[in-house]
């Protein structure tokens, strides 16, 4: 009988930890907003999934719905939409590629694009959907190559353009007598002397591995390295790779211009709020983070943007990976139609101009002027910096495993540094072999 | 286990079965079947299935290429073990040693719960006010949602604006740097205590049950003879919860060796290599490679581990009890 009642109760305190492991474990995965993942059959209604662009996922609800509103409009189609955090974003396409419970249209970043295509689970532009949406030629080609792998049709469009900038504090240069600096020795120096009384000179979210990784790529680029050979295999442990991740982990380790503790900052918004709040007097970041400066109460004329600088004996002048948001639509939609008039739409001249200042992002239409800002200086450095001065990642179906091993190295890099330790060029080029193998694996 | 406790009702059933066999069918003996049908086909649907499908999986070339049409991922054998336990290759290394560091956090965690779980229910056992204060607090960690709770630990981690060094450094005013907690090597250290945290009320509720059981005549039989309270629990309330401790440290070793919620609380999704536990580990080489066949087939090879380790567990400690 007393048996009993221990079995009893050990049964309940059971079952209660197993419903509570599982509620915790779907967290990430269950859909947000009921029924609309699988919506997608009746015959008028498309499922959109958006990222997140604007300040947060209610924000950009908010931006959107009356452009969607229009649509419904103009065509009759209803759109359900969901906006996703980047947190689970990438998880919610793996679900839906695997289950083939898909929405018709998703937002993806463009350097994933690539990766997916290789998954076929991605609509194809071919010639008749271009026509449908406009023809090719009305993106800039910046832009339009970041779409899939090259000499293949495409399976994405870019619809916000992105480029990384040095921001800087002009208060701060200007109080220390600095100019904003033209190379990556005067960036240094200038951070050096900035780093005073608390204060730094420059702030990374160093715990972030896609900003470690897209960091990584620039560095090695300016230094004449690429990523992948010819082959498609990994080289990231060539000399150019890793001297480039040498001198981004210096910035804290070697010229201490980084505060350890950005090692945690596992995402760009932390860095931003330290540059909107004058913490610190740099930081690298791309153009949409205006909506956080803003929102930090730092007005658009306090701060300035430059390229991010190459060294002086740079083999190229790379300051930013072409980065932005393009559109996919999956394979099995049932409303092809209707999701080609949806991405149309959305890459018209007339929706882009309503979205790029709210979402603080470039066009990416061939002729469009960038609005995103008020600071006409800014608005004219990121148009240059990105049609001028942007390499696209490598377009490889293995360039989302370089951005999660290279990535990971390099935040485990940052908190070695952080608690105390060195990282020597030997120690990176062994972590960049094990990357080179993880990738190999992966294939 | 309940065989081994409860011997003495076995031994009668036999001659009453059988009379019962003799008898006709009574009108209504598929009832028992048609109650027991759904629980089966749920137990099909929720444990033999997947678990069928994993093993399956584990044995194919499931990347990214084939991941919209698992009917098109070629079979490539035992390639994808091959990989997981090749501990010179990157891959196999970086399991072996979450699979070392899972050992250490199991060890740590189930030890160190089980003797705090006892601890707390032994002090409550007697009678006195505010003893069911005491126990409702000690419930607390277990009845937080797990995610509000993990949270707030890792807030409290934080390195500059965290309770732990705010008390450490600068009230107990500790030399030296505040540390990380969520980074390097300290993480360990973090996500030991976090479990900790979690599962030790589970163990003191399961002896609390398991203690009122003991009649108390006999500690007042054996306080006549002189015991001490030390000899009293080693020689009286150890043995008398064996039952319970034999179940709850299975139990908690099953779970705190699958633990995910921790570190993917904790950790979010860039583990540091301290604090990488072996069920979030596979996790992260199968969803962020996108790699399923090889997560499925390190998935099947810690099946094996537990189910070895449970087989004897249990083998040694029921052949031990039927000795006795």
Partial sequence: MKFRTLAATAAIAALALTTAACGGNNNSSSPSSAGSSDSSGSGGTLTYWASNQGTSLDNDKQVLTPQLEKFTQQTGIKVNLEVIGWNDLQTRIQTAVTSGQAPDVVNIGNTWAASLQSTGAFMPFDDAAFKAIGGKDKFVKTAMDTGGVAGQDPTSVPVYGLAYGLYYNKAMFSAAGLTPPNNWEDLVTDAQKLTTGGKYGFALAAGSYTENAHFAFINAAQNGADLFDKDGKPTFSSDGVVNGIQRFLDLMQKDKVVNVANAQYDNGTKAVNDFATGKVAMILNQNNADNSIVANGMTSDKYGVVPFPAPSDAKSQVASHVAGINLSIFKNTKNKDAALKFVNFMTSAETQTALDKPFSALPVLNGATPNFTDNAAEAKTFADIYSTKSKPLPLVPAEDQFESTVGKAMNQMFAKIASGGTVSTDDIRTAMKTAEQQVAAAG | ?324
């Fill in chain 2, 1 to 324: 286990m309940a065989a081994a406790t409860a011997p003495p009702s076995t031994t009668e059933a036999p001659p009453k079965s059988e009379l019962k066999q003799r008898r006709p069918r009574p009108s209504g003996w598929w009832l028992p079947y048609a109650l027991l049908a759904p629980a089966i086909v749920f137990e099909v649907v929720i444990h033999i299935i997947p678990m069928v499908t994993g093993i399956w999986m584990s044995f194919l070339k499931l990347t990214k290429a084939f991941i919209s049409n698992w009917g098109n991922a070629p079979v490539i054998g035992t390639k994808n073990y091959e990989v997981a336990l090749d501990f010179n290759g990157a891959v196999g290394s970086a399991l072996l040693q979450s699979f070392l560091v899972t050992c250490a956090f199991t060890l740590l965690v189930v030890g160190i719960s089980w003797a705090l779980g006892m601890a707390a229910a032994v002090a409550l056992q007697g009678k006195f006010r505010g003893q069911g204060f005491f126990r409702t607090l000690f419930l607390v960690p277990y009845a937080l949602p797990m995610y509000a709770g993990i949270i707030a630990w890792k807030f409290m981690l934080q390195k500059d604006t965290g309770a732990v060094n705010h008390f450490l450094y600068d009230n107990l005013h500790l030399g030296g740097d505040k540390p990380f907690w969520l980074i390097g090597d300290n993480s360990f250290v973090s996500i030991v205590v976090v479990a900790i945290w979690r599962l030790w009320p589970f163990a003191f509720l399961m002896l609390m049950a398991g203690l009122q059981s003991i009649p108390t005549d006999v500690y007042e039989a054996s306080a006549v003879d002189g015991a001490k309270p030390f000899r009293q629990w080693r020689s009286i309330t150890l043995p008398m919860v064996r039952p319970v401790n034999m179940v709850l440290l299975l139990v908690m070793f099953l779970w705190t060796f699958n633990d995910f919620n921790t570190p993917f609380v904790l950790f979010g999704n860039a583990q540091p290599p301290a604090g990488d536990l072996i069920s979030f580990h596979i996790y992260n080489a199968s969803f962020l490679t996108w790699n399923f066949g090889s997560g499925a087939a390190m998935s099947v090879m810690l099946l094996l581990f537990l189910l070895l380790v449970s087989g004897i567990y249990l083998l040694v400690l029921n052949r031990r009890s039927q000795r006795a």
